[in-house]
């Protein structure tokens, strides 16, 4: 009989089973149980013995008693002879004063020493005799007494021992190489145990130490300890290896947190070290904080999130912008979304929310937006540019209106929590949130401004620079997410004035120093590192304090979580909030009429005006062919290899490197970033002279005009 033949309870269960929708687990991690707590401290305590502290070590010690126990009659024999070889050895120094006889001929008086050798020489020889003699009397009256077993017990007595003094030892001649068990993190933070981690990970020398600062303790679930590195070994080696020391100390690098301690109280040789019990950042999502607060103000850190000891890691926005970065499918959009939520839940923030991604992530947003863009073709990154434009105008007019306030209204000319709420002034905090960005930048549609051509893409990419380097101070935020953190996706100058960085897992370190900086990987940062299965874990590199410390480099975070129905209802709240104050503008409002602009003065704005010249139809090859492969990074880069020109133009390396001479553009050894993280000479062609090159030209072209027209006259 098949389910839907079925009748009865039988049938309606089934059919609601299969009708159910399955949520993921937000609630809090449940405090472990004290079964958990007493097992962590079996497998963590150095008084159990390691053979006890698991299932899988006392079998392994089980299995290695039956082998000790079968192979024991050989290995019994075989120690009492090296037992006694060993004893006959010691005997012979002794009795022929090899000590004495060894320091005197250090101390280059072994002339002087002869008779007093010799003297001690025949003492020990008559020593020897006698306790030789008076054995063997002992012997001899025990026989008499107890008959054969008193010698057989006297024979074991000694076999014993010559067994223990021969038995096999670690580093001693003729041990034999066996497979031990798994390494594994036993021990509570031991000083000797760390002091050999750090030798074995080469972070310092075989006769060097560490000073202890602090004693090991528990801080959460796991061991906290502070340490002095020897003199001029510095923190930020360990930092940077922290996985070699991870590897020493038997544990997975997501459970050692290695910190410089700096400021008061620290140095460039201090150190501060957690090991967690187990993987921190398994186990469900943390719920978002905010999911229940009925308000929040902008101006104060939004919760972003906790590291591997479950510390609050709160995130400033304002004063400052971020950039989001990860390969798809790794919690992307839900970290963009938590700092969103804070700014929503302030009535006095306006927000201009773009996804390039078109679906319905953002779509709650919509009814709290100022302006709002969904979607990927070329009508939605049109109406993004011109988004953009508005905005960059709104910032030069605060920057006007903001010079003729008073003193004490506007005292450093930076905008005020007070201005930021003043209607009459009508400045407030403004975040431009952006996600799959990349949909955007990379818009190939031609664009003419102020008479440099260049494309959709590129022109909304300068838009977003200015924002990024000028909005801050007049209260503009700006937050960009895109699953494409490469070079040609995200430009270096729109790159250096993001001031926060968030990498979750990306393909490689390239990717990973893209979105956290230059050189992040070789400081022990690389987001291609973090594992899989950790959704919403990454890497971030605040611009601002953070609950971690001030002098914080970068630092592990998990974001916090919420469902797509927490989030519709977080903006909904923002809706009513905006609607109470009378806040509630623009898209949110009905309204989407764009403000009048001064296109010329954003042009200006943007320095199109000032920038070099249009590169002419007609250069001749292969320059034509460089500078558009370049683009726009022919302003950006300094120094272009000419293997990644040649690879790139499919073209011969010694024709190429002829023909470029012949343009005035001779190639040059300079050092670029290496595939490791170090650096590398290469030759390559400066882009100072590819664009001189190109002036010449320009200039050529322009005398010949002139030439022909003077010629027709």
Not at 261 to 268: C, D, F, M, P
Not at 378 to 394: Q, Y
Not at 470 to 491: E, F, H
């Amino acid at each position: 009989m098949s389910t839907e033949e079925g009748s009865g309870s039988f049938g309606h269960v089934e059919r609601h089973v299969f009708e159910a929708d399955l949520v993921d687990d937000v609630s809090p991690v449940p405090k472990p149980s004290r079964w958990r707590r007493f097992a962590r401290w079996w497998r963590s305590s150095t008084h159990i013995p390691a053979g006890l502290r698991s299932r899988e070590a006392a079998k392994n010690a089980a299995v290695d008693v039956a082998l000790f126990l079968l192979g024991s009659p050989k290995s019994f024999v075989g120690a009492v002879w090296r037992g006694l070889v060993l004893a006959v050895r010691t005997w012979r120094r002794w009795v022929r004063v090899v000590d004495y006889r060894e320091a005197a001929e250090q101390s280059e008086k072994l002339a002087d020493k002869f008779i007093e050798i010799r003297e001690l020489t025949l003492f020990r020889w008559k020593l020897t005799g006698a306790v030789a003699l008076f054995t063997a009397s002992v012997l001899l009256v025990a026989d008499l007494c107890f008959g054969t077993v008193a010698l057989w017990g006297s024979g074991g007595v000694v076999a014993v021992a010559l067994a223990v003094t021969g038995r096999r030892k670690e580093g001693a001649p003729g041990r034999k190489a066996v497979l031990s068990g798994p390494r594994s993190f036993a021990w509570a933070m031991e000083p000797q145990v760390l002091v050999d981690a750090f030798r074995d990970a080469k972070l310092v020398g075989k006769d060097e130490s560490l000073r202890l600062v602090e004693r090991a303790s528990r801080a959460g679930d796991g061991w906290a300890i502070t340490v002095d590195l020897p003199a001029t070994r510095k923190a930020a080696d360990v930092v940077k290896n922290r996985e070699a020391l991870a590897s020493a100390l038997a544990v997975d690098e997501v459970q050692l947190v290695v910190e410089r301690v700096r400021g008061r109280g620290g140095h460039a040789g201090r150190v501060f070290l957690w090991v967690a019990d187990e993987d921190p950042y398994a186990g469900p999502p943390v719920r978002f904080p905010l999911l229940e607060a009925e308000w929040w103000d902008a101006w104060r850190p939004i919760p972003f999130g906790v590291d591997a000891r479950n510390r609050k890691v709160d995130l400033p926005l304002v004063w400052t912008s971020l950039l989001v970065g990860a390969i798809p499918r790794q919690g992307k959009t839900s970290a963009v979304r938590v700092p969103a939520a804070g700014l929503v839940l302030d009535p006095h923030t306006r927000l201009y929310v773009f996804d390039g991604k078109g679906g319905k992530d953002w779509e709650a947003a919509e009814a709290v937006a100022h302006r709002f863009v969904c979607g990927d073709e070329i009508e939605h990154a049109t109406a993004v540019r011109d988004h953009l434009a508005e905005l960059v105008a709104e910032v030069q007019s605060r920057y006007s209106r903001m010079s003729k306030l008073d003193d004490d209204v506007c005292p450093e000319s930076k905008i005020t929590p007070a201005i930021s709420r003043d209607s009459a002034l009508a400045m407030p905090i403004t975040a431009v949130i952006i996600d799959e960005v990349q949909v955007f930048l990379e818009n190939p549609e031609r664009e003419d401004v102020g008479g440099r051509k260049t494309t959709l893409g590129g022109y909304i990419a300068d838009l977003l620079t200015y924002l990024a380097r000028k909005g801050p101070a007049v209260g503009v935020v700006v937050v960009l997410a895109t699953q494409r953190p490469d070079s040609n996706t995200i430009p270096s100058r729109l790159r250096a004035v993001l001031g926060s960085r968030f990498a979750l897992r990306v393909m490689d370190w390239r990717d990973s120093n893209i979105v956290l900086g230059e050189q992040m990987n070789t400081r022990g940062f690389d987001a291609s590192t973090l594992l899989t299965n950790h959704k919403g874990v990454g890497i971030l590199r605040p611009d601002g304090d953070t609950d971690a410390g001030e002098e914080t480099l970068a630092l592990i975070v998990r974001t916090y979580y919420m469902l797509n129905a927490e989030w519709r209802n977080i903006c909904q709240r923002g809706r009513a909030l905006r609607e109470a104050t009378g806040t509630l503008t623009g898209h949110a409002n009905g309204d989407d009429a764009h403000r009048a602009i001064d296109e010329t003065a954003v042009v200006k704005a943007l320095g199109a005006g000032t920038a070099r010249a249009p590169i002419p139809e007609n250069l001749p090859e292969p320059l034509a062919s460089v500078c558009h492969y370049l683009g726009s990074e022919l302003d950006e880069r300094d120094f272009v290899p000419s293997g990644e020109l040649t690879a790139a133009l499919d073209v011969v390396p010694g024709i190429f490197a002829q023909q470029m001479g012949d343009l005035g553009c001779r190639p040059t050894r300079n050092r670029v970033p290496a595939d490791d993280g170090e650096t590398k000479r290469v030759r390559g062609y400066f882009t100072a002279e590819i664009r001189a090159a190109i002036q010449r030209f320009a200039a050529d072209e322009i005398g010949s005009d002139e030439e022909t027209e003077d010629d027709g006259a």
